[in-house]
């Protein structure tokens, strides 16, 4: 389901490995703190040691923000708690980093896409801006890039959020019949 809405938007991200997978992301981050986005996670792996040793290689304004966010896949329910990150960030920006193999990924957006409906007057009536960033892991998905494009607004690479067409040129969105 494609989310897009006034405040709502999702982001699709291509990595290789954990590696760089948190090499991607961590600009992106510490610019999102910058901006004063909370920042939320649903990770079926745990890449919390991953995380500190690469901001600890790097010179990070934000290092000590980066590092609290939970990198672990230790949340006390990893799907359900996204109500509760939603809900104690009302009218704020909030960015929700989702992580797994593609089962995890499905059911995550299942769980976000219900509660954002379930609450999108409210989300709108606050301003309350969420960005979702879904990460595939390339080998897993490389054969269903164009249905992953399909359900996202835009992609998220090492040089930051891009239009789809600028990553992918010959990429066409298939419209919707109904």
């Known amino acids: ?28 981050i510490n610019k999102k703190i910058n901006e004063e986005t909370e920042i939320a996670t649903i990770l079926e792996n745990n890449i919390k040691n991953n995380v500190e040793t690469l901001v600890k290689k790097l010179n990070l304004k934000n290092e000590q923000k ?4 939970n990198w672990s896949n230790k949340n006390e329910s990893k799907q359900s708690n996204i109500s509760k990150i939603i809900k ?33 007057e409210k989300i709108e009536k606050t301003n309350t801006t969420i960005k979702i960033v ?5 080998v897993e998905f490389n054969g ?24 992918f040129e010959d990429y066409n969105r298939k419209e919707k019949i109904g």
Do not use: R
């Open 1 to 28: 389901m494609n989310m897009q809405k006034k405040n709502i938007m999702k982001l699709c991200s291509f990595y290789v490995s954990d590696w760089h997978l948190i090499t991607m992301l961590l600009p992106y």
């Open 66 to 69: 980066i590092l609290n966010i």
């Open 88 to 120: 104690n960030n009302i009218g704020k920006n909030i960015l929700v980093i989702v992580n797994g193999n593609k089962e995890f990924i499905k059911n995550a957006n299942e769980n976000i896409d219900t509660y954002i409906e379930e609450n999108i």
């Open 134 to 138: 879904n990460c595939y892991e390339i």
């Open 144 to 167: 269903s890039i164009i249905e992953i494009l399909d359900i996202h607004d835009k992609v998220l690479n090492t040089s930051g959020e891009k239009e789809i067409n600028e990553v």
